[in-house]
């Protein structure tokens, strides 16, 4: 079977045809192609209504377009991430304030805390927030050894100073 537009043959059965998109209609016999019919006037050639249209100039038809290709067009489909778990984000606010607020080492302990219980969440699969609370966890580990460290620091300055004999204040 052939297409009517482009005739290139066309597979049995086919309800389009793969080079040009023309339904294919069952034709046979057919050699050459069927004429382009689309009427096309200049605008000034509009027809007024009553007059006939038959000894009027009809425009060249356009040139054979090139035949198109459809090919299956595949995207991914969205995934949505189930939202983040209130464990996970309370662990970070507390990390922070443990780190830099008014919750020096309780706000660390307590991101520690609820940064564990968001990380079992979301390995259950329930929640999300499983990056969330492994920042969280960072941050309270980082200030717990930062005041861990300054701690010690100060212990070896108060005890150099009582070492020398001096007081705190200058003594």
Same mark, same amino acid.
């Given at each position: 079977?052939?297409?009517? =537009?482009?005739?290139?043959?066309? *597979?049995?059965?086919? =309800?389009?045809?793969?080079?040009?998109?023309?339904?294919?209609? @069952?034709? /046979?016999?057919?050699?050459?192609?069927?004429?382009?019919?689309?009427?096309?006037?200049? @605008?000034?050639?509009? @027809?007024?209504?009553?007059?006939?249209?038959?000894?009027?100039? &009809?425009? !060249?038809?356009?040139?054979? *377009?090139?035949?198109?290709?459809?090919?299956?067009?595949?995207?991914?489909?969205?995934?949505? %991430?189930?939202? !983040?778990?209130?464990? /996970? &984000?309370? %662990?970070?606010?507390? /990390? &922070? %304030?443990?780190?830099?607020? @008014?919750?020096?080492?309780?706000? /660390?302990?307590?991101?520690?805390?609820?940064? =564990?219980? !968001?990380?079992?969440?979301?390995?259950?699969?329930?929640?999300?927030?499983?990056?969330?609370?492994?920042?969280? =966890? &960072?941050?309270?580990?980082?200030?717990?050894?930062?005041?861990?460290? !300054?701690?010690?620091?100060?212990?070896?300055?108060?005890?150099? %100073?009582?070492?020398?004999?001096?007081?705190?204040?200058?003594?």
């Amino acid at each position: 079977m052939k297409c009517t =537009r482009c005739l290139r043959e066309v *597979e049995t059965g086919a =309800r389009w045809c793969s080079f040009c998109g023309e339904p294919v209609k @069952p034709v /046979s016999g057919l050699t050459e192609p069927l004429p382009d019919t689309t009427w096309q006037f200049e @605008p000034a050639d509009n @027809p007024v209504a009553g007059e006939p249209i038959a000894d009027r100039p &009809i425009a !060249a038809p356009p040139s054979p *377009e090139p035949p198109m290709t459809f090919e299956p067009v595949y995207e991914p489909l969205p995934v949505q %991430a189930p939202p !983040a778990s209130g464990m /996970s &984000i309370a %662990a970070l606010v507390f /990390s &922070i %304030a443990g780190l830099v607020g @008014p919750l020096p080492l309780l706000g /660390s302990v307590l991101a520690l805390i609820f940064g =564990r219980r !968001a990380l079992r969440e979301a390995a259950r699969g329930n929640v999300g927030g499983f990056e969330i609370a492994r920042a969280a =966890r &960072i941050i309270a580990w980082t200030s717990i050894v930062l005041y861990v460290i !300054a701690a010690a620091v100060v212990g070896v300055f108060i005890g150099l %100073a009582v070492h020398e004999g001096r007081t705190l204040f200058g003594g």
